[in-house]
């Protein structure tokens, strides 16, 4: 586990600003939020590899070799946010109780909403993002789910950016800590668009494991129809995450000519 260079930076303006108790709330929020996220992880059979904690939550980096469905990244991913709420639940007990220090447990209870919140926006690498990309993997081949998944969450945090940049043409100050969160999201999305052609490569890798779950339980395979001239690579862009696939060639007449189980699409696409 380690601390992102912005959550230092949010670490000695807290100091400087005299706020070291609101940072040590933060810090154990955002920790207790992180290991939601692994606990559900390990509980998923998934390897986590490291988390980075970040000032809204944190990045969780896990290994996926085909296992992780949709379903369990979308319990990974509420996982977090399911800590602030019973967070939140155990400190308004506390108050209706006239226990703990009113003011410190009000600023508690608002600081687990706005993570929470916060985290459940539709911008990757937060958990609404990967709520919102697990659920369109179920509707939409994975390589356009990642690529359309990244563009909304490009597009996001431009929003978030504008947004802590708003004041400014109002003579206001700009919200400074949204601004930094707004630059990281926007930067690790454009990155992670860059590298989608690197991505697309590891999910067609990771391809085996769906192919023994497909034979283990015997689920009816899903087609896909192809022209004989179809480009390899945009045939295996019709994948599906979690499903196996037969390819069905067609000739120039429409007859169909072949029928190719996708790991044979695969193994032709990589000795290209």
Partial sequence: MSLHPLFVI??????????????????????IHEFGHVCAALLAGVTVRSVQLLPFGGV???????QLTAAREIGIALAGPLQNGIMIAAAWGL???GMG??????????????????????ILPLDGGKVLQATVSLLLPYYFTMLWSGRVSIAA??????YALWPLGAGGGVRL??????????????????????????????RETVYQQHLWT????????????KPLDEILRLLRRNQYH??????????????IPEQRLIASYFKI
């Fill in 177 to 206: 800590n949204l601004l930094m969160i707004g630059a990281f999201l926007l930067y690790s999305n454009l990155t992670d668009q860059r590298n989608l052609p690197y991505r697309f490569v590891a999910f067609l890798m990771n």
């Fill in 246 to 259: 037969l390819i069905y060639v067609l000739s120039g007449s429409g007859s169909v000519v072949a029928a």
């Fill in 10 to 31: 949010v670490m000695l303006l807290s100091v400087l600003t005299g706020q070291f108790l609101e940072l040590l709330t933060l810090f154990a929020i955002v920790l």
């Fill in 95 to 97: 108050l209706q109780t």
């Fill in 157 to 162: 945090s431009v929003l978030v950016t504008a």
């Fill in 218 to 229: 015997g689920a009816v395979a899903r087609p896909i129809v192809a022209h004989s001239t």
């Fill in 60 to 66: 969780a980096v896990i290994e996926d070799h085909g």
């Fill in 101 to 122: 220090n009113e003011a410190f447990l009000t600023y508690f209870i608002q600081a687990n909403a706005i993570i929470a919140l916060f985290n459940l926006l539709p």
